[in-house]
């Protein structure tokens, strides 16, 4: 059911997707070999799907991280990007997740539309800020987002929208193809490699990027509990996989199929440069401020 001709339907997923069509297309990989769409600008309709999640009640919960100097360098463009881009048909709830509460940005929101704030601390090593947002989004969700919001998206603070982000995106469980591998031999994917690590993998399906996963709020848990835990047994062992939080991901949406792959529109870098499948992009990484804000441990 993978080989589809360009065109041709495909009708998959949850019982909301499987009342919905989706259209393949001749020059990318549009369904993953157990099944999963690949979705791509072009293969839907926006308008059906935002009608279908909209007659389902969904609603969505995004989760982001501005910690320390991160906050003043990313969070408000990415927070007025998402008003116009993310989810506008549906409910959402933004969760701010900050060791400085008082310097979150006060944005107009959309109607529908809210944000909280939840205080974090601060871990002095990077890796350890990011790795720790498993735990953060885990206990949120089990605290409050489960009684508000079916799905859950997470997001690094260091991109903005520039696309439509909508509910085509929405399904069980939902990984992103790293924009600077999915055109990469697997041999060349960044995956741990250290057989001390739980994140060690040999093989996988597609190398995914951390900066964006989601699902419902029961998988999305699951998922970053197990990341936490896994993350969590590497430092009593005193190894720390090579790409931190983004290594156990893998290796979790290796063991865990995703039910829903998201195209690098959904996160593209302007530094790759002109490709010929890339016919939107829905998301830009942000420039990289190494020198100013990644402070050494
Ligand atoms: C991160 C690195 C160096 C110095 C500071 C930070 C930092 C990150 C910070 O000071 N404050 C903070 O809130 N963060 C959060 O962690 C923020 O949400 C940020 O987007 C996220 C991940 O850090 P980032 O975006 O600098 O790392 P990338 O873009 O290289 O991310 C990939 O690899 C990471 C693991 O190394 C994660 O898996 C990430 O999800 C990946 O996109
Ligand atoms: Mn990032």
Redesign the pocket.
Same mark, same amino acid.
């Given at each position: 059911r993978c080989h589809l001709a360009p065109g041709e339907k495909l009708k998959l997923g949850n019982s909301i997707d499987a009342s919905l069509d989706l259209w393949s297309r001749g020059d990318v990989q549009t369904c993953t070999d157990w099944g999963a769409p690949v979705i791509w600008d072009g293969m839907f309709d926006p308008d059906h799907y935002d009608q279908e999640h909209r007659r389902n009640h969904s609603s969505v919960s995004l989760t &982001?991280? /501005? &910690?320390?100097?991160? =906050?003043d360098a990313?969070l408000e463009a990415f927070l007025l990007s998402a008003e116009r881009h993310f989810m506008v048909a549906l409910p959402v709830t933004y969760y701010v997740f900050t060791d400085v509460p008082e310097r979150v940005p006060n944005i107009q929101l959309g109607p529908g539309r809210s944000l909280k704030v939840v205080r974090v601390q601060r871990h002095s090593r +990077?890796?350890d800020?990011?790795m720790m947002?498993m735990r953060a989004i885990a206990d949120a969700i089990e605290s409050q987002i489960r009684r508000y919001s079916r799905y859950v998206f997470c997001f @690094? &603070? @260091?991109q903005v929208f520039v696309g439509r982000f909508g509910s085509e995106a929405l399904g069980d469980s939902v990984a992103l193809l790293h924009a600077y591998y999915y055109h990469r031999p697997q041999s060349l994917y960044t995956y741990d490699r250290n057989p001390r690590s739980r994140a060690y993998m040999e093989t996988g399906d597609f190398y995914y990027? /951390? /900066?964006v996963f989601g699902g419902s709020w029961q998988t999305v848990k699951n998922m970053t509990e197990t990341c936490y835990q896994t993350i969590m047994e590497d430092k009593e062992n005193q190894v720390e996989a090579l +790409?931190? @939080?983004?290594s156990h =991901?893998n290796k979790y949406l290796w063991l865990h199929k995703p039910s829903r792959v998201l195209s690098p529109e959904y996160c593209w870098s302007s530094d790759i440069g002109y490709r010929g499948d890339i016919y939107v992009t829905r998301m830009l +990484?942000a420039k990289?401020k190494y020198d100013t804000?990644?402070?050494t441990e």
């Open positions: &982001v991280f /501005a &910690v320390g100097r991160y =906050l990313y +990077w890796q800020i990011s947002r @690094d &603070v @260091d990027h /951390a /900066a +790409w931190h @939080d983004e =991901l +990484w990289k804000l990644r402070i």
